[in-house]
């Protein structure tokens, strides 16, 4: 049987050792597939940000003749059922995502940063505010997000909300508990005794301090609004189905999966393609602002 | 509980528009449209609606589904089988997959195969699952034409065509699943394996077999039963966008129609059903770790 390489460690002197080395190897590959995703999400935004150049075509513009077209020189990702480009209509969706996934980044941290230092340096307000998220986040994600959608109606604004909504209560729960910690260091206190109001002691030292998780948190609940977006978008109730959506080219292709499997297979590589560099970018990131949470954080995440 | 029925209604309700104008159609007259509301009590204040809602909880009832015109339970209970059967199927894919690979990956840590699954597992937590599914229905369906395209077959119409109809669809949702509790297994693993009760379980003779799973999967599996209640959520949710990747009917088709009774029906029922399920998997943490006592 082969014995593993830790196993036969005697000498706290050789753990030490094997522990370094350990972890060298690990933070090597590490930094080496977080740069893999660093490239994959410039590559993306970069996409997001030049489509309208990289497209060429109107993702709205129909091709009548080439209806449900293979993949050709004029039509890289072939053609829809009523001959919208699908290269085209990838690439503007490659935009949405970005856009919505920022969005809803940005709606969570406003969120989750108000509630969450309200909650951990306001003790009285505490109870309720947990409570709340609590509340929130005894919801499976994706189906709050459906249901909210579901009576919402299908725009781009409202999957934003929507999906903002699922994300606050768990960046609230992540900035309470740096808060907690923080109110209690002697610089707060010292602070406190210098007469500083409590808007300023926030400002100045409670929110900068507790931001590091949170944005490693960011990255993660990018790529859960991504796939959220492209979710419910899939299923119909996200993005209307005119605007190019990698969910809403999926929903379309579904339809025509025997005949036009294109349809499916290049948004859903581009799908992978974002959510993979999101992940190693955050795993990356992760490691780099806060050692601690390796390994459990991240794979913890919840879409 | 409360609270979770409050969030539920409100959230739902406070959205604007109004079922009473979808079910009387573009073309009904405003007058219309005000007497269905008054018959579906919708003119009512919010509090109020709230307020009604809870007496017919606390009874059990979860009102009539506007749509279908029929208590919601009747409509929840007729979509339970197969939402239930493909959560079921893919949990049990995704614990018999993802707890495995974890416990391989750790034995032979940082070796070929460790990294190869680990790199699996990374593609599956970025393969979404509705994604997956249309990928088999192309492969095994479309190509190879070995399993259906889509549909479902009930129960009562055998249990191996019932079987078969599920097999695409819960691995789907079973496999993007399992990549999470491989990762979580193998790491509560690797830190196990380090500990000194190893160590001295090998010196005393032990095989390795003894000690790889009855001495240190039965200590790392504290923190893969924590995945494993998240992943239900997901599972819940994942089993929603699967039904209609696969034509499923399943409580994930009640939910997609601006129906408020039943989509809060559906929504209470599954924060319950989650609720519960963490609740288990606390239970379960005594069970298996004797130090955990609940103060």
Redesign the interface.
């Known amino acids: 049987m082969k014995v593993a390489p830790w196993g036969d460690r005697g000498s706290n002197a050789n753990s030490a050792h094997e522990r370094t080395r350990y972890l060298g190897v690990r933070s090597f590959l590490r930094r080496r597939s977080a740069v893999i995703g660093a490239v994959l999400v410039a590559a993306n935004v970069l996409v997001a940000i030049g489509a309208t150049v990289i497209a060429g075509v109107d993702p709205q513009a129909l091709d009548v003749k080439a209806r449900l077209a293979r993949p050709t020189a004029t039509h890289w990702f072939g053609t829809d059922h009523v001959g919208r480009d699908a290269w085209s209509r990838v690439i503007h969706g490659a935009r949405l995502s970005m856009v919505v996934g920022a969005s809803v980044v940005a709606l969570s941290f406003v969120g989750g940063l108000a509630f969450g230092v309200l909650g951990g340096y306001y003790r009285a307000l505490d109870n309720v505010l947990m409570r709340m998220m609590d509340g929130v986040m005894a919801f499976p994600g994706i189906i709050l997000a459906i249901a909210m959608m579901a009576s919402l109606g299908p725009s781009v604004f409202n999957v934003i909300v929507a999906l903002g909504v699922v994300y606050v209560p768990r960046v609230a729960r992540i900035v309470r508990g740096s808060v907690l910690v923080i109110r209690e260091t002697p610089y707060v206190e010292a602070a406190r005794a210098l007469g500083i109001g409590d808007g300023r002691i926030i400002a100045r030292h409670v929110l900068p301090n507790c931001l590091s998780p949170v944005i490693v948190q960011g990255t993660f609940i990018f790529a859960a609004a991504v796939l959220g977006e492209a979710a419910l978008s899939f299923l119909g109730v996200g993005v209307p189905p005119q605007i190019p959506s990698w969910g809403n080219v999926l929903a379309e292709g579904r339809s025509y999966l025997q005949q036009a499997p294109w349809l499916t297979l290049f948004p859903g590589a581009a799908i992978m393609a974002s959510i993979l560099g999101l992940n190693l970018f955050g795993d990356g990131l992760r490691d780099l602002l806060d050692p601690k949470l390796r390994g459990i954080q991240g794979a913890a995440r919840e879409s | 509980m409360l609270?979770?029925a409050?969030?539920?209604f409100v959230?739902?309700?406070l959205?604007?528009?109004d079922p009473a104008s979808v079910i009387a159609g573009p073309y009904a007259s405003a007058d219309d449209i005000g007497r269905l509301q008054t018959a579906l009590g919708l003119d009512q204040p919010l509090p109020v609606q709230l307020v009604k809602w809870y007496g017919r909880l606390a009874r059990g009832d979860l009102g009539d589904s506007i749509f279908l015109r029929r208590p919601v339970l009747e409509a929840i209970y007729e979509r339970l089988e197969p939402t239930l059967l493909l959560t079921g199927w893919a949990m049990l894919i995704a614990v018999l997959v993802g707890v495995p690979v974890g416990v391989v990956s750790a034995?032979?840590?940082?070796s070929f195969l460790d990294q190869s699954f680990m790199a699996l597992a990374?593609?599956g937590?970025?393969?979404?699952n509705?994604?997956l599914g249309?990928?088999m229905?192309?492969c095994f369906g479309?190509w190879l034409g070995w399993l259906p395209?889509a549909g479902y077959v009930a129960l009562e119409g055998g249990l191996w065509p019932n079987v078969r109809s599920l097999i695409m669809p819960a691995l789907a949702l079973g496999l993007v699943q399992s990549a999470?509790i491989a990762?979580?297994t193998r790491?509560s693993m690797l830190d196990v394996?380090?500990e000194q009760y190893i160590?001295s379980g090998?010196s005393k003779g032990l095989?390795?077999r003894t000690v790889v799973y009855k001495h240190a999967l039965k200590n790392a599996i504290i923190?893969t039963l924590?995945?494993i209640g998240?992943t239900f959520?997901?599972l819940?949710?994942?089993a929603?966008?699967i039904e209609?990747?696969f034509n499923i009917p399943g409580l994930g088709r009640l939910?997609?129609?601006?129906d408020?009774p039943v989509?809060q029906g559906?929504?209470l029922l599954?924060?319950l059903t989650?609720?519960a399920i963490n609740l288990l998997v606390d239970l379960a943490y005594l069970a298996i770790d004797p130090r955990i006592r609940f103060r």
């Open positions: 609270v979770v409050t969030v539920s959230l739902i309700r959205a604007p528009g034995r032979h840590h940082n990374l593609i937590l970025s393969v979404p509705f994604l249309l990928l229905i192309l479309v395209v999470l990762r979580i790491s394996l380090r160590l090998r095989t390795e923190p924590t995945v998240i959520a997901l819940i949710g994942g929603v966008v209609t990747v939910m997609l129609r601006r408020y989509v559906v929504v599954i924060a989650y609720t």
